[in-house]
């Protein structure tokens, strides 16, 4: 079965680093790593650690369930 992601507690002004993101929508760090190989943009590409601003987050994960439907 897979997991629904609520997207509640995504701050739109707020960055989150991989494992912040991960704790706040209850997932693996390794699913926000594959989100952005499959392209989750980062605030700098040029980081190692990116940082994800919450407003592309939640662009990029309704963009996900409206392509599944």
Not at 20 to 41: C, F, K, N, Y
Not at 51 to 67: D, H, I, K, M, P
Request: glycine share 4%; no cysteine.
């Amino acid at each position: 079965m897979k997991k629904r992601i609520s997207l509640r507690n995504i701050v739109g002004r707020r960055s989150y680093n991989t494992v912040e993101l991960a704790r706040t929508l209850q997932v693996h760090p390794q699913t926000i790593r594959s989100w952005h190989d499959d392209g989750l943009m980062p605030i700098d590409e040029s980081e190692h650690y990116p940082l994800y601003l919450g407003s592309e987050v939640r662009r990029y994960y309704q963009a996900r369930v409206e392509a599944r439907k």
